[in-house]
């Protein structure tokens, strides 16, 4: 259960069915905007905004460059 405004990776994964180690790779993307890391007496924790909202990142190849331009 989330406190306050912030939940927890291990939270995010239970919500979205996945596993910590996804969410931790989407924090390391960008795919989740504003989540913090946050040192702790046992360590350091990412905490992530509540509601969860992932942002959806490009799949695949990169785009092409443009003619001209290197």
């Known amino acids: 259960m989330p ?3 912030w939940g927890t ?3 995010a994964a239970a919500h979205y069915g ?3 180690q996804r969410i931790n790779q989407l924090i390391a993307k960008g795919g989740f905007a504003g989540a913090r890391l946050v040192e702790m007496p046992r360590g ?3 905490y992530l905004p509540f509601p969860f909202a992932r942002t959806e990142l490009r ?3 990169p785009p092409k460059a443009e003619k001209g331009r290197r």
């Open 44 to 46: 350091a924790v990412w």
């Open 59 to 61: 799949n695949g190849r």
């Open 9 to 11: 990776v291990g939270e």
């Open 3 to 5: 406190r306050g405004r």
């Open 18 to 20: 996945v596993t910590r």
